[in-house]
């Protein structure tokens, strides 16, 4: 057996970002894989790949949701898979001037709530191929599907159309 009373642990050249030192605040990466399931949601998710947006109606009073769901949140009732149209019109915006990690390279990105025609509750996506000062409310506007899913909201987003 050899020992080493010189060991060191090897030294990099990176250092670490301190905002605060009282108290001590420093910066800490690190990446994680998450696996989760998208249970009742999923045929959301499949139906992305097909160019389609589905939603939900309830089975009882007819509540038309843009965004699914299992039950009604007004009656209870269990829901059905309801197709939604490609189609619809800017409810209203926001501008994102900050976004998470991935989306922070994107920023400043539009955020809309789109309504759609005979659906009750409204849809929020991003839009593209639109400035901030050519945004209006009730402006028209198509959903485009992503070529190469990643099977997240982010694989339907909407384009302007022309009126």
């Known amino acids: 057996m050899t020992i080493d009373y010189d ?13 605060n030192t009282d108290p001590l605040i420093v910066k800490s990466s690190y990446e994680i894989d998450y696996i989760h399931s998208y249970a009742q949601d999923s045929e959301f998710f499949r139906a992305l790949g097909k160019k389609k947006l589905m939603g939900s109606k309830c089975k009882s009073c007819g509540y038309v949701y843009a965004t699914p769901r299992g039950h009604c949140m007004f009656c209870g009732s269990e829901t059905e ?31 809309i709530m789109v309504e759609f025609e005979g659906v009750d509750s409204l849809f929020m996506a991003r839009l593209i191929g639109a400035s901030q000062e050519d945004l209006k409310i009730g402006m028209k506007v198509r959903a485009k599907f992503k070529r190469n899913l990643t099977f997240s909201p982010t694989d339907v987003y909407f384009v302007p159309m022309k009126e």
């Open 81 to 111: 898979w309801h197709e939604l149209p490609n189609e619809g019109r800017i409810h209203t915006f926001t501008t994102c001037y900050f976004g998470s990690e991935k989306f922070l390279p994107e920023t400043p990105f539009n955020l």
């Open 7 to 19: 060991a060191k642990m090897p030294e990099t050249q990176s250092g670490t970002e301190v905002y």
